[in-house]
């Protein structure tokens, strides 16, 4: 059974992903954006697929990302939630929870 999380409640990536996440940043010079954290554990964005079959972030329809390029599991940050995930795009890292998977 998932938890539900109160509106207010703060919800943080898990320290281990957050390590990978700058080790990549820093190798790739890569910003780490956070705008998709909690949105991705509220269930309020997820990954499409565009018609050109690119893979995005979407949230609605004046915010998505651009095409990613690459998208994993950080196995370590599992939790009673999920795991976080990692999404590389063309110029930066997008931290999200695994609830955009859609098979939570």
Not at 73 to 93: H, P, V, Y
């Amino acid at each position: 059974m998932q938890q539900q999380l109160p509106a207010n409640q703060a919800v943080t990536p898990h320290a281990a992903t957050m390590n990978h996440a700058a080790t990549l940043a820093l190798q790739q010079d890569r910003p780490i954006m956070l705008d998709y954290y909690y949105p991705s554990v509220r269930k309020e964005c997820k990954l499409v697929k565009t018609q050109d079959k690119d893979t995005i972030l979407y949230k609605n329809g004046d915010e998505y990302t651009s095409p990613l390029k690459k998208v994993f599991q950080i196995d370590a940050s599992l939790t009673a939630t999920g795991k976080d995930i990692i999404c590389i795009s063309e110029n930066s890292l997008y931290i999200v929870h695994s609830n955009i998977l859609g098979n939570q």
